[in-house]
Structure formats: structure tokens, C-alpha cells
């Protein structure tokens, strides 16, 4: 059965960069039928959509986050990454990773599973 | 500010129907599969309907969406109290191109 599992620091100080990674077990990154994705949840609040890779290489971004997000993917060691710069208070928010079913030809675009969330806070 | 929106809230006692609506436009709902998700509370989203109305592995068919126009819903039958969560709707934007989710509705068990 797949699993995610985010990880990275809890606490980021304001002006600095947030690094998240994301460690798949039970199948691989490399699986072409897939993609691999980052939502965001403000607490209390609703899901936002970052951005997505692909075993390749290939990312693609929520174009509302005006290109703050980047998005990377290590297959030798079955993990992607999210890395955001210059973070302010904003940016305090619980991150998903999830494997992304993409394929914009069949109108088919769902996330599942996910991992189970990782609170950055943002705080000096 | 989500192009899906769903009434923010919906009850019920055990056993009835609810049933919530998710609105869109022709560049999502109108032209896109839609996807349901549930969080129960405290943990992560977990994917209920994906293409309009088919269950994932391990959902009850308890759950069901359904889909017309720029419009779609979903409908819990036999609710049960493990059914309280918030329940979002999502789907591809070709104009925004970017993913996107519903306002998010809370299911309250009476």
C-alpha cells in the first residue's frame, strides 16, 4: 500500500526558506502513470493546490503563487521536495503531499493518497 | 478565493440523506471530472468520489456524486456520525490551469 509521509522543520523564521520533502514507500516514484503533488491548508481553512512533478523532472504550478514555490524530485531516493523562499507569516500552514493522478486529455485530475500533513509555522 | 463554492454548512440525524452542491463554471466543473474529499478532523484529506461519481477502494457506497452542467453533489445516505467532516469538492481549471477546490462544506451528525 502507498505511503507519504512529509517531513521537515516545524518552525521557519520569517525572511528564510522552507524545505519540505516527501518520502514514497510501497511503490515507486518513477511509476509513469503518476504524478506527485503539494496542497496547503491554512489552519481552519481551505485546501490550496502548489504544484506537481514528474518522474522526469517536469513541475507545474498554481499560477496564483506567483512562482514562489519550487518543486524537485530525488528517485534514487523515492522523494520529491517543496522549497519556498522568503517566507513570512502568511506561509504558516499545514503541507499535504500526495501522489497527483493527472492526465488532462481524459479529464481525469484527482490526489490520492496523502500523507498526513506537516504544521510549519512561520515566527520569529 | 475558490471558483467552487459550496454551502459552508449541513446536517442531519443518523440515518438520513444530505446531500451538498458544489458550483462552478464551464472551465471546471463544465469541462473537468469532479472529485469529492473528505477530512474528518484533525487529519489529512482522504479521496471519496474521483471522476464524478466513482468510489476509490474502501469507500461505502454510502457515498455518492453526481454531476450536471457546471453543477455538482454529493450525497450521503445512512449518515453515521463517523460522517462528520468537511467535505470538499475540486476540480481543473483550463482557464486557470491549476487544480482547484471547493469552499468546503461542514457535516454535522444531530
Known amino acids: 500500500q502507498l505511503h507519504l509521509q512529509e517531513s521537515g522543520p516545524g518552525l521557519v523564521k520569517p525572511s528564510e526558506t522552507l524545505s519540505l520533502t516527501c518520502t514514497v514507500s510501497?511503490?515507486?516514484?518513477?511509476?509513469?502513470?503518476?504524478?506527485w503533488g503539494w496542497i496547503r491548508q491554512p489552519p481552519g481553512k481551505g485546501l490550496e493546490w502548489i504544484g506537481s512533478v514528474y518522474y522526469n523532472g517536469r513541475t507545474y504550478y498554481n499560477p496564483s503563487l506567483k512562482n514562489r514555490f519550487t518543486i524537485s524530485i530525488d528517485t534514487s531516493k523515492n522523494q520529491f521536495s517543496l522549497k519556498l523562499s522568503s517566507v513570512t507569516a502568511a506561509d504558516t500552514t499545514v503541507y499535504y503531499c500526495a501522489r497527483h493522478i493527472h492526465r488532462l486529455a481524459a479529464a481525469q485530475n484527482w490526489f490520492d493518497p496523502w500523507g498526513q500533513g506537516t504544521l510549519v509555522t512561520v515566527s520569529s | 478565493q475558490s471558483v467552487l463554492t459550496q454551502t459552508p454548512s449541513a446536517s442531519g440525524t443518523p440515518g438520513q440523506r444530505v446531500t451538498i452542491s458544489c458550483s462552478g463554471s464551464?472551465?471546471?466543473?463544465?469541462?473537468?471530472?469532479v472529485n469529492w474529499y473528505q477530512q474528518l478532523p484533525g487529519t489529512a484529506p482522504k479521496l471519496l468520489i474521483y471522476?464524478?461519481?466513482q468510489w476509490p477502494s474502501g469507500v461505502p457506497d454510502r457515498f455518492s456524486g453526481s454531476k450536471s452542467g457546471t453543477s455538482a453533489s454529493l450525497a450521503i445516505s445512512g449518515l453515521q456520525s463517523e460522517d462528520e467532516a468537511d467535505y470538499y469538492c475540486a476540480a481543473w481549471d483550463d482557464s486557470l490551469n491549476r487544480y482547484v477546490f471547493g469552499t468546503g462544506t461542514k457535516v454535522t451528525v444531530l
Open positions: 510501497g511503490g515507486s516514484i518513477t511509476n509513469s502513470n503518476y504524478h
Open positions: 471522476s464524478n461519481n
Open positions: 464551464s472551465s471546471n466543473i463544465g469541462s473537468n471530472n
